[in-house]
Structures are given as C-alpha cells and as structure tokens.
C-alpha cells in the first residue's frame, strides 16, 4: 500500500482518558489507562487479545461504566449511562460484529434509535433522502437507502454502520478492526472513507491488529498491556515494529513463523477431484499428504470458505469428489468420524457454545467418548480439556470458565483443541488468526506446524498472503472459484501471488 504524507491533524484533544479502571469480578480490565484522541487524527490503538481494548472502547461507548480514573469529552467529565448517551454526545461505535438489522432497510438501520418521525409516523421519504446524503457523503450515493440491509455484501453493511455514526452526527468515530472481512480493493475504500471524516476534523479511533494498516492509516499509536498503557501518542508512521510488538507483548518476536521443514514425499491423505458447486467453485482438484500444510490463497468471495465447508460436508457439491484416506466423504457426519475437523471463520456463531465452559466446547466433536452407561463422565471431559489447555498455553487456563469470557485468539485454541482431543487426521483451517494478535498468532502457528510435525494435514484458507506463504508448505492460489495456481511455497512470493489474485492479472496463455 501507498503511504500518504502526513495529515495536519488539529492539536484541540477532543478525548482524554486519565488512570481509568474498570473492574469484573475476579478481573482488573483496565488498570490506570491513559489515551488522548485528538480532533481530526486517525489513533490507533494496538494491543494483544486480552489487553482491554474492548473493554475501553465499550466504556466509550456507554455499555460499560468506569470504576475510577476521569474521562473528558469536548472539555467536560464524560461518563454516558448507555450506549444512546454515547451517541448522542457525539460518539460512535463500529463493532467487529456489525449490530445491524438485517431484515430493516439501509435507511432503517441508519436512524434507527433516533429516527425521524412526525405525530409518531416514521417520515419514511425524508429518512431515505437523509440516508442518501449521508450515503453520498461516504461516496457510495449510488446505494438505495430502500435496500434491505440483508443483501449487502460485507462491505457494504460496513457503510451503513458509518452512515448509522453520521446521522448521530458523530465527531469520534471508533471502529473496531473495520478491514477483518475486507478484501484489498475494499480496505482502500475504507481508507478513502476515513481521510475525508479526518478532514472535516472528526476523529477515528481505530483498533487492528494489522501493523501494515496502522502505519498507512494511523497518526499515532496507543498501546495497551495487560489493562494498562505501556506506550502512548507514538507516531504511526515511523515507529519501529519491534518496538511496537514488545510493547505489546512485552517481548520482542522477531520470526513469527516457525521455520520451515523438509517433508518426506507420502501418499496423498486428502484427495478431491472436480469439485464443483454452482454460483461458488468450479472443478477444483487439490491433495493434501500427511504431515503437508496446503494454504489457499484469494481474495474474500473466491470460494474460499465455500470450498472448505464442502469439503468438510457442511455444503452438498454439484459434481466431483472427496475422499479421505481413500474413504469417500459425502457429508459432515462421515467426515469427523473418518478423522477430519474443522476451524471455521465465523468461530463464534459457527463452532462455540459462548455461555458454555471451556470443557464442553472442547470435547464436542468427541462427546461419545466420555459417555458411560448412559451417563457422561464429566469429571473426564475436564481432565482431557485441562491436558489440551496445558499443551496450547490456553490463559487463563480454568477449564470451567465460559468460552464467552476469552480473548480472540485463545477461543480459536479452544476450536482447535476440540480436534486435538479426537483422532484427527486432517484439520481445515479458515481465516486461523483472524482478529487474533502478534502474539497469539506466533503461538497458533507454533501449534499448527506441531499438528503436522505429528503427521496431521492440514488445509488452511487466510485472507493474508504472509500467513498463507510463511506457514504452508504448499500454495494454491484461487481466485472467482477456480484454482489458478499451485507452487512450493519458497518458489512463490507475496508480489506474484497478489498479482494472480487481483482480476485480470493472470495473462492470456500464461500457465496456471
């Protein structure tokens, strides 16, 4: 990405926060933080999963209440009793998990709260005319504000969570890793977006784990730790990674992925031959050996995840094959019982029970096992979940806890440590590290690369072409539903892979 010069930002600090403390029970979230946003900057705000970037911006953001410290917004103290107080003082928030109405329309969901009304009746055709000035202010005019908000593509529900913050006539906007479900076009816009907010002097604070982001987009940088800022107002742009990870994570990590290794030639484990779903992914072939890691690589709306949910028989295939070990797999069922699992993207909604401990969760998949006459040996489900805790580094390690209460990226190495339990032989992993931080990350990879070194395959998809590239030892490169490309993942670099998966970079001719 093209970094621009530089903004002159306005010095007025529109936010300050002043050792503010928020405590759960058993839990100091925030312990003594300090940030100062100021009107018309772009600040960043980094941390690992666990840091109390959440709980700091829901505070902001009314759904949560300061135990001590002070808050001042535009000069005065701050402390908004709900989420609409927040709002209407000004300040907007736009979650990682988007809180729209899918079944309202664009302009609904924009006023909705506050909306425009008149002898209690809903003024329908002004709220779809100011929905298309706002709209049009985003540069996305062409989008009728009549439009169910069901229809839209990801990127296109994140501009109406915008247009939402600008008819609240919002002067901080938060967003809450806004580019996690985006593709490379669509991040772009994101950041055309936020440059003409910044410039009509509204401030973005903006949370992501990507350091490539922070250093396009950000002005400076906040850092917390463990509920606590250990740096602070650090500029964007020329701070050093290092120096930024160890603030983080408190050390330095200087190889994030684990070295690569050389692989013995076996008979393929995972072998699909002509897969094809309509409207998805066309005649797709690809092999998995034990011990391999494959990873796809795409832009999002590939057929990615559509191909990995097939595989895995969550979703029936038009044609083609799939066969595990040789054994035919034709649905979900037949899939796990023969040794296969699966990681999927949305974990939350798709492979956790939220308010259940983190025992039950990790011995879903292998339920039967802890069956005796009739009744379930609890007491055995937690001594096998607390094993695999202990060999994933999962914190805190208290296998009665609600899965709910866990950071990003140990609820993945719940998902994962669901399959360790059972007898896996090959683990479909989609978008592994999505919203998790550096040092989480390292820590999956390590896990993963551990699977294989014991002879698991291992088929992953991720939207971020260093991952895909530093953690298989194979590629495939898929773009609009077809494989366009396989390589050794040392004989193919991230410039070339990007150049296949944008639209029409592939030469006619050129082999796949």
């Known amino acids: 990405m093209t970094i621009p010069a530089p903004r002159e930002s306005s010095e007025d600090v529109v936010l300050r926060l002043t050792d503010v403390v928020k405590t759960f ?69 736009i979650y990682q998990e988007l809180d729209l109405v899918d079944d309202l329309s664009i302009a609904e969901n924009a006023f909705l709260g506050h909306e425009q009304t008149r ?44 247009a939402r913050a600008l008819s609240h006539d919002a002067k901080l906007i938060v967003m809450d890793e806004p580019s996690a479900v985006l593709a490379h076009d669509e991040v772009e816009n994101l950041f055309r977006i936020i440059r003409e907010l910044t410039a009509e002097n509204i401030a973005v604070i903006y949370i992501s784990h990507r350091l490539e982001e922070i250093r396009e987009i950000g002005d400076r940088v906040t850092v917390l730790k463990d509920g606590r800022t250990t740096a602070a107002n650090l500029p964007a742009r020329t701070t050093p990674t290092r120096d930024l990870v160890s603030k983080m994570t ?37 092999t998995v050996a034990p011990g391999e890691i494959v990873g796809i690589a795409g832009l999002v709306g590939s057929g990615r995840s559509e191909l990995l949910e097939t595989i895995f028989g969550a979703r029936r295939p038009d044609s083609g094959t799939i066969t595990l070990d040789g054994k035919r797999i034709r649905s979900l069922g037949t899939a796990v019982r023969k040794g296969m699992g699966m990681a999927p993207e949305e974990r939350k909604s798709q492979a956790l029970l939220l308010d259940e401990p983190i025992y039950k969760n990790m011995t879903l998949s292998s339920f039967s096992g802890f069956a005796r006459a009739g009744f379930t040996d609890a007491a055995g489900e937690r001594k096998a979940a607390e094993r695999t805790a202990d060999q994933l580094e999962l914190r805190p390690r208290d296998v009665m806890r609600p899965v709910r209460t866990l950071s990003g990226g140990n609820q993945q190495k719940v998902v994962v440590g669901r399959w360790l339990l059972g007898d896996t032989r090959l683990l479909l992993l989609d978008e592994p590290t999505r919203g998790v931080d550096v040092g989480a990350r390292a820590e999956l990879y390590q896990v993963i690369q551990g699977l294989a070194e ?16 530093g953690l298989s030892d194979r590629v495939l490169v898929m773009r609009e539903g077809r494989m366009i490309r396989e390589a050794p993942a040392d004989q193919i670099d991230e410039d070339t892979v990007l150049d296949l998966v944008m639209a029409g970079s592939l030469m006619e001719g050129e082999p796949a």
Request: aromatic fraction near 4%.
């Open 454 to 469: 014991n002879g698991v395959g291992v088929l992953l998809v991720s939207s971020e072409v260093p991952e895909v590239l």
């Open 250 to 286: 408190g050390r330095t990590i200087e190889y994030v992925f684990p070295p690569r290794r050389t692989l013995e030639e076996k008979p393929p484990l995972l072998v699909v031959d002509g897969l094809t779903r309509e409207h998805e992914f066309a005649d797709v072939s690809l």
């Open 25 to 93: 029970p058993g839990v100091r979230a925030l312990d003594g933080v300090q940030l100062e946003v100021r009107a018309g900057e772009v600040h960043c705000l980094l941390g690992q999963n666990g840091a109390g970037k959440s709980t700091l911006i829901k505070t902001l953001a009314g759904v949560h209440h300061a135990d001590g410290g002070e808050i001042t917004w535009l000069g005065e103290p701050f402390a908004p009793a709900t989420p609409q107080a927040a709002m209407r003082a000004g300040i907007a928030t």
């Open 119 to 162: 002898f209690g009746f809903t003024k329908r055709r002004s709220t779809a005319s100011r929905t298309k000035e706002i709209l049009t202010r985003l540069g996305h005019g062409e989008i009728p504000p009549r439009q169910a908000v069901r229809s839209l593509p990801a990127a296109g529900k994140q501009i109406v969570s915008m």
